[in-house]
């Protein structure tokens, strides 16, 4: 009798009823499975299927508070499948949290940079986080429709399309692809750092060869401001190296907004430098938060005269979270 009790007494302690492993057990097995690889158990019905939470690059892309959100408030709130109940009620914010954690904890891999590191995506500066997205962007008359596509934990490729609408006979101004390789994050110290390649070939307006290699980073000191920043060279076929751009942001977040100010700095090797100011605002038009856009405006400092403010604007969905119609 006294072996039998201390055995339940030593269960008990390893597997306490608060424990986030407990807890995926009573709330999110009989959807999820047992080992959270989405397969529900036989007597449940889903209209949607559930997420594997094994894989890595669904779990780790989106920020800790966000799961903890759509945990305790229900895929409702979020215009997700009506399938995932919600558990404000049934537990305390500390079991939520613990569960969302071991959910997160099945991934198993290390080297994913976390989604609290995902940064809301600035005008000018190339963000340093890899993503799965659809870019939709306009400077005055001039458009850039971008496709970015993660490969793995920490590489994207990119490519993107170009047009003016000025009256000119050749409306198609030409493409480029990039890649974008992370190579350190810190979850600790909110930060990552990114490297990349753009290459645009001579099609459309462009006329040679042009490479421009890049530095990308993201910080959040305190968690009160967002900092974003990229140092891009310049090289074309003919002439060479062509100078340097300097571009630097910084944020706060509001809710579902945003405001931010930019400042770029291009310092050609032949020829006059200029500074301009982006004063913008991001906002989260989705729910979910898969799908935002962005407002603002370029505003010439100095540089070489005729030079105009211009409004620009994007708008983006984050594919890798959902499909577009979803989430609102």
Known sequence: MLGGMLLVLALAMQRPADSGAALFASWCKSCHGADGRGTPAASTRLEVPPADLHECKGSTAETEDRWVKIVAQGGAAFGLSLDMPAFGEAGTPAQIRAVVRYARSLCGELGWPPGELNFPRAFLVEKAYPEDEVVISDRGRGQDYIYEHRLGKRLQLEVSAGSVFDGQPQAFQGVTGALKYNVWHSLERRALVSLGLEATPP?????????EPFLAFGASPGRALVVQGEVQGSWEETEGFGGMSYRVGVGHELGRFVPMLEAGWTVPADGERTVSLYPQVW?????????????????????????HPRLIAFVLWDFGDAPLFRGW
Do not use: K
């Open 203 to 211: 099609l459309g307006r462009q006329d040679v060869w042009e490479m």
């Open 283 to 307: 906002v989260q038009l989705s729910r979910l938060g898969h799908v935002a856009g962005s407002l603002g405006a370029e505003l010439p400092a100095t540089g070489p005269e005729p030079r």
